[in-house]
Each structure stands twice: as C-alpha cells, then as structure tokens.
Nanobody
Framework: QVQLVESGGGLVQAGGSLRLSCAAS????????MGWFRQAPGKEREFAAG????GATRSMAGRFTISEDNARNTVFLQMNSLKPEDTGVYYC?????????????????WGQGTQVTVSS
C-alpha cells in the first residue's frame, strides 16, 4: 500500500511560481513511477509530469519540472511562469509500471490533491 499526501498549492498571480510536494510512504513506493496530474473544473484529469524509479522524467511543459529527494520520500513539482489555465487540483500518483504513462488509469495510488489557483 502506498500513501501519498500533497501540499504546496495556493493562490498565485500569473507569471509566478509554486512548488508542490508529495510525501510518499509505503512498502512498494521506492520502485514506483511517480506522476503529477491536474484537473480543472469540468475537464478530465491530465498528465503534468512523471518520474521513474531510475530518475527519468517527462513533463507536459518546459515550465514544469519534477524531481524527488534522494530517499524517494518526497516528489516535487516546480511550476514556473504560471498561467490562469494552469488552475486546477493537482494530484500526486504512484504506479507499478516501470515507465512514465500520461494515462491516469495506469496509476494505482492517488493523493487527495492540492488546489492551485492562478489569477490573471
């Protein structure tokens, strides 16, 4: 079982930055692929960034950077040059597959989400 807790969301003006954190625990966490997804009101959940156990990363935009601490206890999402369209609930996810998937259905564990609001 993997437990994920997100933090770091909030209200920011367009052009600003936020750093989201995902505190992870659980027996299988260290071999999981981690991902960040976001969901805007009325829209489907979409991929933001992912990182494999070996450190390979992928993000939907150059403004977003995913990283993790050395112990793989915390995964971060650094978001720069934020835009109003980046507004939504951001979720941390863990998946057993050894590759980064942009499909939210390929992830097995989810956090509760953290709200990000970007004002214009």
């Amino acid at each position: 079982q993997v437990q994920l807790v997100e933090s770091g969301g909030g209200l920011v003006q367009a052009g600003g930055s936020l750093r989201l954190s995902c505190a992870a625990s659980g027996r299988t966490f260290k071999s999981s692929t981690m991902g960040w997804f976001r969901q805007a009101p009325g829209k489907e959940r979409e991929f933001a960034a992912g990182i494999t156990w070996s450190g390979a990363t992928r993000s939907m935009a150059g403004r977003f950077t995913i990283s993790e601490d050395n112990a793989r206890n915390t995964v971060f999402l650094q978001m720069n040059s934020l835009k109003p369209e980046d507004t939504g609930v951001y979720y941390c996810a863990a998946g057993r597959r050894p590759f980064i998937s942009t499909n939210w259905g390929d992830y097995d564990y989810w956090g509760q989400g953290t709200q990000v609001t970007v004002s214009s």
